[in-house]
């Protein structure tokens, strides 16, 4: 979904919603509130009941927030962050490892529309796990089981059961379903 001509109430909204969640998580990262807490805010942010049994280290950044999804036993660890606009979605048992990105959001190429925004949702499948410092492009599925590792910057979707690595990420392993 490429954004070019969103109207000014769109986009005011998008402001106004994106300024909310930039507060809420500068007081939710300034504290050392407990898990309750964690999920009371981060449901407010993503306007969704987060589970008991989803876990998250702070800091934790967002820009928007509000189109973050997140399943039952999600585990999210510190300096993870989420640019969320076109849509993240993290399936139940899904492990974020340390200071990943996910990104939903892209520009265009063309300098003649570089700050219009293209919107392309992202999936983690269940059971997936992202490494730490791995990087999750717009439009991408990372497959149930996958494994991306640490490091890796994935630009295409991953299939499920396998392990990839590098970049741009490749699969250097497939892993049985268990």
Request: neutral net charge.
């Amino acid at each position: 979904m490429l954004m070019e001509h969103a109207s000014l109430e769109e986009i005011k909204e998008i402001t106004k919603t994106a300024l909310k969640t930039q507060d809420l998580l500068q007081r939710l990262n300034s504290s050392a509130a407990p898990q309750e807490e964690i999920r009371q805010v981060i449901g407010k942010i993503t306007r969704q009941q987060i589970d008991d049994s989803v876990e998250i280290r702070l800091p934790i950044r967002s820009d928007y927030g509000a189109n973050l999804r997140i399943g039952k036993g999600v585990f999210i660890n510190s300096g993870v962050m989420f640019t969320d606009l076109g849509g993240i979605t993290l399936a139940d048992h899904v492990l974020v490892g340390p200071n990943a990105t996910i990104i939903s959001v892209n520009h265009p190429l063309d300098p003649q529309k570089r700050h219009e925004v293209e919107m392309k949702p992202v999936l983690i499948g269940e059971n997936a796990w992202l490494g730490a410092n791995s990087t999750i492009l717009p439009g991408v599925t990372v497959g149930r089981n996958a494994v991306v590792a640490a490091g890796a910057v994935v630009t295409k979707d991953v299939p499920a059961n396998t392990v990839v690595a590098g970049v741009p990420a490749k699969i250097i392993k497939e892993i049985g379903e268990k």
